[in-house]
């Protein structure tokens, strides 16, 4: 990791928000964490932010543009032109001081940018080179995305930054590589990259490319139009550009006789995090979270305790951050940590009582599985089952005021009484309409507090 200036990094809390009372018996325990982040960069103002790097020892971030290059970006002409107008349009959102490079992807990876097995620094110069060099940008080929995802790993691994990220576009499947090389990519390249993953275009497959994203801690978009990936590619670098801290975990410690259930990111989109665990001493284990600048995520904590009396209480789990320090080193975040607790009572009232903050976001984790499993069913010919599970994501939508999610819904469904989830199928669906409300199905509303 790179040294940077104490100032530029994030300060963090946490808030816990749940209804800590059970009743007799009672051993599951759930709370929504708020994690906060402040103090470090703007998110959204690449040339005039703040430099995330102390003058004179490196730079903070390094960058890795992934393009697809195979024979159907030729179809139409138009995609790759803006593919390149694209990529130039996220170079040109570059701070000076960023290390970056391109990447051209078929059923092989080849550096368009700088080359040698590096990356260049960005500067007035070296971002006009890029641009010049896209020029080579030519379409022809297969697709492999593992093998993009490779080189960009070992280019970002060679420099010495604390923020390393990728975009990569993609306009079809990955039809040259078989899904288990692309995970064993994935597996490669988790925690040592986050990636955000875009499709252009309609032929390419939704599950390949929130699949991406998700392994690696990014987000996920369709842009159905190519004419709008210069838009994407400034807003998605611009935000790259707002990260100024990399490799927060959140840190759950648990108490003898209790056993996480699950943790799940919830906000500002649902990502079960429960199987990425890895141990951090007695007790205790470490979640990813990725890359943070200024903002805030909610997550969904559920651990089950030993059964109890009443009146009896117990910490049930001690929530924390653990963030990367200058020099390399990681430690918990002072000041970063919130409580869950467990207290038993006969007052029903008290204990059936659900938490709003839980029972928002338990809504917005089942909206996004409905969605899913409606579409699946819909693409399998089970109608019967497409309308019961979309009707469901209808209601729910409406109930949590998701409207984004609502207006997707209604371009596959029409809607009869959205608070019943009563709908019918549309006969006929545009590809662009169904493959956005899939990719999208994860992005929820935060929860008015």
């Known amino acids: 990791m790179a040294n940077f200036s104490k100032s530029n990094v994030p300060q963090f809390s946490v808030d816990v928000y749940q209804n800590e009372y059970l009743p007799e018996g009672g051993r599951e325990v759930n709370a929504i964490v708020t994690v906060t982040a402040t103090g470090g960069g703007t998110v959204g ?15 903070s971030a390094g960058v890795a543009i992934m393009v697809d290059c195979s024979g159907s970006m030729d179809y139409p002409a138009t995609k790759m032109r803006n593919a390149r107008d694209a990529t130039a349009a996220a170079i040109d959102t570059l701070r000076d001081g960023v290390h970056f490079a391109v990447i051209g992807g078929t059923h092989v990876a080849k550096e368009v940018y700088p080359g040698g097995g590096r990356l260049s620094v960005a500067s007035a110069t070296t971002r006009d080179q890029a641009k010049q060099a896209l020029r080579k940008l030519s379409a022809g080929g297969g697709t492999a995305i593992g093998t993009w995802l490779r080189l960009a790993e070992s280019l970002l691994s060679s420099a010495d930054v604390a923020i390393r990220h990728g975009i990569l576009l993609t306009d079809g499947r990955n039809e040259h590589e078989s899904a288990q090389d692309l995970k064993a990519s994935l597996d ?44 994407d590619f400034t807003r998605m ?73 009443l009146g009896r209480e117990m910490l049930a789990a001690r929530v924390s951050l653990v963030v990367p320090q200058p020099g390399g080193a990681s430690a918990p975040n002072p000041g970063a940590q919130g409580l869950v607790r467990a207290v038993w009572t006969d007052d029903m009232t008290a204990s059936t009582s659900i938490n709003p903050q839980v029972a928002h976001y338990t809504g917005q984790a089942e909206l996004a599985v409905a ?74 509303v935060r929860v008015k507090k």
């Open 45 to 59: 103002s690449p040339a005039s932010a703040p430099q995330v790097y102390t003058p004179g020892r490196g730079p």
């Open 188 to 231: 490669h390249c988790a925690g040592r990259f986050t990636c955000d993953a875009r499709g252009v275009g309609t032929d390419w497959e939704v599950k390949e490319v929130t699949g991406i994203a998700s392994a690696l801690l990014g987000t996920a978009d369709i842009v159905a139009d190519p004419a709008g990936l210069a838009a």
């Open 237 to 309: 670098m611009e935000t790259a550009m707002g990260k100024e801290v990399a490799d927060v975990a959140l840190r759950l410690w648990t108490p003898v006789g209790t056993s996480v259930k699950y943790v799940k990111q919830v906000a500002p989109t649902v990502e079960d995090l429960t199987d990425r665990r890895t141990e951090a001493g007695p007790r205790a284990g470490d979640y990813p979270t990725g890359s943070w600048g200024d903002e805030s995520r909610d997550y969904h904590v559920c651990v089950e305790v030993p059964p109890a009396g």
């Open 371 to 444: 969605i899913q499993q409606g579409l699946d069913l819909r693409k399998a010919g089970d109608f019967d089952g497409a309308t019961a599970k979309l009707g469901r994501a209808v209601q729910l939508a409406s109930a949590s005021g998701n409207a984004d999610t609502a207006k997707l819904l209604a371009k596959v469904v029409d809607v009869v009484d959205a608070t019943t989830g009563t709908v019918r199928l549309k006969a006929k669906v545009a590809e662009a309409d169904e493959m956005t409300l899939e990719t999208r199905s994860t992005k929820t």
